[in-house]
């Protein structure tokens, strides 16, 4: 069946440090792959998406390549900020559905 | 902007008493969902509406139903909700035949039941 495995938090990082978080899935066929994040008390945005093989999605500083071989779509970050902190889901595509990792809390200090 | 729309954002009720939870939508999309959240944990999906079409998960419990009396708008109903109940709750939509099956969230009702 489907499911995504995402690392489990929390993080807690300096502000400008270099953030990895990852995320793996099992899948039949070949689903697109997605990052929300959902900020204190907010619901979910999407931070970036990748339908195939291959596809780097980004946004905001954030990126993840969709990685067929290895079955991963980490997400990376060069500098995070104070801003960053979150929570952020990796998820990926059923029929008419999303399947969500357990998401992981980001908590960036000054 | 089109955009999805829940209300209240937070929603206080008493053990048993029904509650009401409203969603509109502005970007027409087909597919209407409700997800519960509880804290620290990844949204559920509870059921989703393929235009009129109901489609409910099978673990989802009877004391949570849903009514979708057009395209923009979605209602989620607690008939007696319990302590346990207690959780945002998050609508979102997505166009139907979209390959991609990309959801649009809402800012999510948080419900506390006392």
């Known amino acids: 069946g489907n499911s995504v495995t995402q690392m489990e938090g929390p993080v807690t990082l300096s502000e400008e440090a270099f953030l990895t978080i990852n995320c793996t899935y099992t899948a039949t066929g070949y689903p697109s792959l997605f990052w929300y994040v959902q900020y204190p008390g907010e619901g979910l945005q999407l931070l970036l998406k990748?339908?195939?093989?291959?596809d780097k999605g980004s946004n905001k500083g954030f990126e993840a390549t969709y990685r067929k071989e290895t079955t991963s779509f980490h997400l990376e970050k060069g500098s995070v900020q104070v801003s960053d902190s979150a929570v952020y889901f990796c998820a990926q595509t059923g029929a008419n559905n999303l399947f969500f990792g357990t998401g992981t809390r980001l908590t960036v200090i000054p | 902007d089109a955009m999805v729309i829940q209300n209240p954002r937070y929603q206080v009720t008493q053990f048993g008493k029904p509650v009401t939870l409203s969603c509109s939508q502005t970007l027409n999309h087909n597919v209407m969902y409700w997800y519960q959240q509880k804290s620290s944990q990844a949204p559920k999906l509870l059921f989703h509406?393929?235009?009129?079409?109901?489609?409910n998960e099978a673990d989802t419990p009877d004391n949570f139903q849903s009514r979708r009396p057009n395209t923009s708008f979605c209602f989620l109903d607690i008939r007696s909700p319990g302590l346990g109940d207690a959780a945002m709750y998050l609508c979102?939509?997505?166009?139907?035949?979209?390959?991609?099956?990309?959801?649009?969230f809402g800012p999510g009702t948080r419900l506390t039941v006392l």
């Open positions: 979102a939509t997505s166009r139907v035949n979209d390959y991609y099956n990309e959801q649009f």
């Open positions: 990748a339908t195939k093989a291959d």
């Open positions: 509406y393929y235009d009129k079409d109901f489609n």
